[in-house]
C-alpha cells in the first residue's frame, strides 16, 4: 500500500487504458476530459475536503493523468488521520472510477 506523507506534495498519477475496437488490444485512453482525484474517507467517497481533489492533466498523449495536492494542505486536512487510510479515488463523475488505499503517515522516513 502507498503511503502519503502530510507536509510532501502527493501526486495522482492513473494510467487510463482502453480495448482497441478493431483489435482488442489495450491501448492508452488519451484525449479524456473531467478526470479528477481526490482522497476521500470512504472507497470510492467524497473528497475529504475542496483542497484535496485536483483536476488531472493528461502527460502529452501517453493515457496518463496527473495531478498535485500540496503537501501544507494535506497537513491541515490530514494530521487526524494520521496513522489510518484513506482511499485516493480516481474519477470523471462518468465513466470512470476507481478507489486504491492509502496510509497515512506524519513523516517520511529514509
Known amino acids: 500500500m502507498k503511503t502519503i506523507y ?3 506534495d502527493w501526486e495522482f498519477e492513473y494510467r487510463a487504458t ?4 478493431t483489435t482488442g488490444a489495450l ?4 484525449g ?3 478526470l479528477t482525484g481526490r ?12 483542497t484535496m481533489s485536483v483536476a488531472l492533466a493528461e502527460r502529452g498523449t501517453t493515457g496518463i ?3 498535485v495536492l500540496e ?4 497537513r491541515t486536512q490530514l494530521l487526524a488521520l494520521v496513522g489510518t487510510v484513506v482511499y485516493e479515488v480516481f474519477g ?4 470512470v472510477l476507481t478507489s486504491s488505499p492509502r496510509m497515512v503517515r506524519a513523516v517520511r522516513r529514509p
Not at 27 to 30: I, L
Request: proline share 3%.
Open 71 to 74: 503537501g501544507d494542505n494535506l
Open 39 to 50: 482522497l476521500s474517507l470512504t472507497d470510492g467517497g467524497a473528497t475529504i475536503h475542496a
Open 27 to 30: 491501448e492508452p485512453a488519451t
Open 6 to 8: 502530510l507536509d510532501s
Open 65 to 67: 493523468y496527473f495531478g
Open 92 to 95: 470523471d463523475g462518468v465513466n
Open 32 to 34: 479524456l476530459a473531467g
Open 18 to 21: 482502453r480495448k482497441n475496437a
